[in-house]
């Protein structure tokens, strides 16, 4: 008569190296996974910046109010403009010298995808601005995740040397402003000419009502509304009232039911 201990089936021993191997195999394709969904996530340019931000070399961060010492030069004015705002134009308070301070700082490209362009930062010797302390703001602006880096297809690079530079972003008066760009209307703000991008001396000094004295935001439209130029953007409008407006709105004078917004 066969006993109840050999009618009970007795597992065979479990082979712990076997067991850990196979857990180990699944975490590496969770992480996997997780990587590969990464890769193809879109880009987000809200909030705040998702990666850091490199201080521009020998460059300041924020735009000093005081004369420059760099060496100067004059602008010409060439081709057509796309520009800003064609509203009523505010009164110069930047006279004009037609001569320039150079920055010499540099600052390299975010990222390692898109078109790559080299530019240097010129300031008017009558703003009173130092051109190493206006380029760190354009070069922070720029390198900014949510700027148009952002979308993966452009990167600037701020370099000492002008004449290899691609664009010139230009800090000028009204009427220094108006010979560059070939129009008094829209050199009241921003505008564009070729490789030069131009912001208006005046403009850079003070934030319009549309943006309630918020300086640092509203440079920060400067210089992503005249690059947007550059780059071939149009003009847009109010899509959505109560919503962002779009960073080629004409934020300057109205937002047109739009909150402002400093960002691609």
């Known amino acids: 008569m066969t ?3 050999e009618r009970i089936a007795v597992p065979a021993a479990v082979s712990w190296p076997k067991v850990m191997l196979a ?3 699944a975490v590496v394709l969770v992480v996997l996974g997780i990587g590969v969904r990464g890769l193809f996530a879109p880009v987000e340019r809200a909030g705040n910046p998702t990666i850091p931000v490199p201080p521009p070399t020998a460059v300041a961060a924020e735009p000093t109010l005081s004369p420059s010492s760099s060496p100067s030069a004059s602008g010409s004015p060439s081709a057509s403009p796309s520009g800003t705002p064609s509203a009523t134009a505010p009164v110069p308070g ?3 010298s037609g001569k320039f301070n150079w920055s010499s700082g540099v600052a390299a490209a975010a990222g390692s995808s898109g078109t790559l362009h080299s530019y240097v ?3 008017e010797t009558t703003a009173k601005v130092k051109a190493n302390s206006a380029a760190g703001v354009v070069a922070g602006v720029l390198n900014d995740p949510r700027s148009w880096t952002g979308g993966g297809t452009v990167r600037f690079a701020l370099i000492a040397d002008a004449k290899k530079a691609d664009v010139v972003v230009y800090l000028a008066s009204t009427a220094t402003a108006t010979k560059l ?3 008094a209307a829209e050199s009241a703000y921003t505008c564009r000419s070729g490789s030069k991008v131009v912001i208006n001396a005046d403009r850079w000094a003070a934030a319009p009502a549309t943006y309630a004295a918020d300086l640092q935001n509203f440079r920060r439209f400067l210089v992503n509304h005249a690059v947007g130029h550059y780059l071939d953007r149009s003009h847009a409008s109010c899509a959505k009232k109560g919503g962002k407006a779009s960073v080629m709105q004409q934020q300057s ?8 917004n400093p960002w691609p």
């Open 3 to 5: 006993s109840w201990r």
């Open 23 to 25: 857990l180990g195999v």
């Open 94 to 96: 930047v006279k004009a």
């Open 121 to 123: 930062v010129a300031v």
């Open 181 to 183: 760009c070939g129009s």
């Open 253 to 260: 004078t109205d937002l047109g039911g739009c909150t402002p």
